[in-house]
T-cell receptor, first 110, second 120 residues
Framework: QKEVEQNSGPLSVPEGAIASLNCTYS??????FFWYRQYSGKSPELIMS????GDKEDGRFTAQLNKASQYVSLLIRDSQPSDSATYLC??????????FGSGTKLNVKP | EAGVAQSPRYKIIEKRQSVAFWCNPI?????LYWYQQILGQGPKLLIQ????????DSQLPKDRFSAERLKGVDSTLKIQPAKLEDSAVYLC??????????????????FGPGTRLTVL
C-alpha cells in the first residue's frame, strides 16, 4: 500500500510569513516528488519537483526532501493571499505512477 | 503548446444514467491518466494508459466504469450506470512518458481542467 500523508489543515499564516507544508510517504521505492497547487474549482498545477535529498529553491518556494525519514516539505516564503489554495503532495513510482496525498489547505491572511 | 483538453466541463445526471467524458492529451504525450477527485480528497488514479495499452486499472470499478484510448491519442471514460457516490471531479492528465521506469528529470504530469460530475 503506497500511502502519502498530509495534514489536511487548514494552515493559517499571516501575509509575509513563511508557510511550511509537510508530507510523508510509506514506500521507499519512490524516487520523484512533486508539489501541486490547486485553487478551489480548478485542476492541480505543478509548482515544484524534487528528486534528490536536500533543498531545491524556485523563487519563493523551497522543496525539501529527506528520503531516510520519508519526508518531503514545501516552504513558501513571503506568503501572499494569492497563495491561498490546497497543496497536494505527489509521489511517483516506477512506470510513471503517481500517488497523491489528500492535500493541505493554506489560508494566507492579509 | 496546447494543454490537456477535457469535455464536458460540467455534467449533471440522475443515478442509473450513463455518462461519458473525453480527454485529449498534450500532443506527443504517451501516457494518459484518468483520476477521480472527491471533494476534500486528493486525486485517485482510475486508469493509466501508455500509448493505447493499459498500464494500471486496478482501482477502476470495472462493473460500471470503462475507458479506452483508441490510436494512443484521445481517451474516453464512461460510467454506466452512475451511482450517487460517483459525484466527483474527473481529471485527465498526461506525461511525455518513458516506455517504462521513472520519469525523466524534467518530465511532469499536466492536468486538464477536469469534468465536474453531479449524480442526483
Amino acid at each position: 500500500q503506497k500511502e502519502v500523508e498530509q495534514n489536511s489543515g487548514p494552515l493559517s499564516v499571516p501575509e509575509g510569513a513563511i508557510a511550511s507544508l509537510n508530507c510523508t510517504y510509506s514506500d521507499r521505492g519512490s524516487q520523484s516528488f512533486f508539489w501541486y497547487r490547486q485553487y478551489s474549482g480548478k485542476s492541480p498545477e505543478l509548482i515544484m519537483s524534487i528528486y534528490s535529498n536536500g533543498d531545491k529553491e524556485d523563487g519563493r518556494f523551497t522543496a525539501q526532501l529527506n528520503k531516510a525519514s520519508q519526508y518531503v516539505s514545501l516552504l513558501i516564503r513571503d506568503s501572499q493571499p494569492s497563495d491561498s489554495a490546497t497543496y497536494l503532495c505527489a509521489v511517483a513510482f516506477p512506470f510513471n505512477k503517481f500517488y497523491f496525498g489528500s492535500g493541505t489547505k493554506l489560508n494566507v491572511k492579509p | 503548446e496546447a494543454g490537456v483538453a477535457q469535455s464536458p466541463r460540467y455534467k449533471i445526471i440522475e443515478k442509473r444514467q450513463s455518462v461519458a467524458f473525453w480527454c485529449n492529451p498534450i500532443s506527443g504525450h504517451a501516457t494518459l491518466y484518468w483520476y477521480q477527485q472527491i471533494l476534500g480528497q486528493g486525486p485517485k488514479l482510475l486508469i493509466q494508459f501508455q500509448n493505447n495499452g493499459v498500464v494500471d486499472d486496478s482501482q477502476l470499478p470495472k462493473d460500471r466504469f470503462s475507458a479506452e484510448r483508441l490510436k494512443g491519442v484521445d481517451s474516453t471514460l464512461k460510467i454506466q450506470p452512475a451511482k450517487l457516490e460517483d459525484s466527483a471531479v474527473y481529471l485527465c492528465a498526461s506525461t511525455r512518458g518513458a516506455s517504462g521506469g521513472y520519469l525523466a528529470a524534467t518530465d511532469t504530469q499536466y492536468f486538464g481542467p477536469g469534468t465536474r460530475l453531479t449524480v442526483l
